[in-house]
């Protein structure tokens, strides 16, 4: 089993994912945010309270 985490936008009738990044399900996505922001283009980024450390904090400022 695979987690995958990814960057998109979203118009009136598309979605454009601008970058995947895949996990294996025993990996916490959320200790992963590095690697989904390290090359966005988009600077909006949303994500539950798991996100809310002071790592991803300190990644995001």
């Known amino acids: 089993m695979l ?3 990814g960057g998109f ?3 009136d009738n598309w979605v454009d994912f601008d970058q995947v990044h895949v996990t294996p399900t025993h990996v916490s996505e959320v200790k992963e ?3 989904v922001i390290k ?3 988009d600077k909006r980024l949303y994500g539950n309270k798991g996100y809310a450390s002071q790592k991803n904090n300190d990644l995001l400022r």
């Open 39 to 41: 090359n966005r283009r």
């Open 9 to 11: 936008s979203i118009d």
């Open 33 to 35: 945010l590095e690697e």
């Open 3 to 5: 987690s995958l985490l």
